[in-house]
């Protein structure tokens, strides 16, 4: 079965520092989709960043960075110089190669402090 | 990035009335889309898939009588809670995705509160 991993309910940050979020996951698929996910207080799901199982080099998109380790089973998201308007829930979530279905880790809670 | 609409926002029904929630993508056309039901400060649980065109595919543990999903065409899905209780307060929240193994798509989400 597969499964998402976030053990961290809660984090702090510095503005301007640099901050991980931790995700593991679990599949027995050979092809998937790893995805993190920022949800406001508004309750919109916002989409950060992809990798995919196949894909040698970590993804970027633009402060986002996704430190992928396969073997691990692990897919961080990094954000770099945290912003006040970062603070809000992060989600990561995976889905199978061939299909649609999404499923989520418990989140993480990121306070960025002035 | 594709956009999905979801109406209303915001509801609030008495208890043992009924609640119809839309998705609509916008700009896409989506063979599947998901209902996910989220509650306070907790993860996003998936409630059902429903594709165009042929019954909804619920998860486990949730009542197919009771939340109706109706995917009639390929640009809109409609999730109805039936009978509604207090207990059906939630956030409900639904996605689509334009091509399998993409990014999905969420509405806004619907806040449902029932008096």
């Known amino acids: 079965a597969q499964k998402i991993t976030q053990t961290q309910p809660g984090m702090f940050v510095q503005e301007k520092e640099a901050v991980t979020l931790d995700c593991t996951y679990d599949?027995?698929?050979?092809?998937?989709?790893l995805f993190w996910y920022k949800q406001p207080s508004s309750g919109e799901m916002i989409f950060l960043i992809y990798q995919g199982s196949y894909d040698e080099q970590n993804a970027t998109e633009g402060r986002y960075s996704l430190n992928f380790q396969k073997a691990r089973k692990s897919a961080n998201l990094v954000i770099s110089a945290s912003q006040l308007g970062d603070s809000a829930m992060y989600f990561c979530a995976m889905r199978n190669g061939g299909g649609f279905k999404t499923i989520f880790g418990a989140g993480t809670r990121l306070f960025v402090k002035a | 990035g594709a956009v999905v609409s979801q109406h209303p926002s915001r509801v609030i029904c008495k208890s043992g009335t009924s609640v119809k929630i839309e998705c609509r993508s916008l700009?896409?056309?989506?063979?599947?889309m998901f209902w996910y039901r989220q509650f306070p400060k907790q993860s996003l649980m998936l409630m059902a898939t429903s594709n165009e065109g042929s019954k909804a595919t619920y998860e486990q543990g949730v009542e197919k009588d009771k939340f109706l999903i109706n995917h009639a065409s390929l640009t809109l899905s409609t999730l109805t809670v039936t009978s509604a209780h207090p207990e059906d307060s939630s956030f409900y929240i639904c996605?689509?995705?334009?091509?399998?193994?993409?990014?999905?798509?969420f509405g806004q989400g619907t806040r449902l509160t029932v008096v």
């Open positions: 700009d896409f056309q989506a063979t599947t």
């Open positions: 996605s689509a995705s334009v091509n399998k193994g993409t990014e999905a798509f």
């Open positions: 599949t027995s698929d050979q092809s998937y989709g």
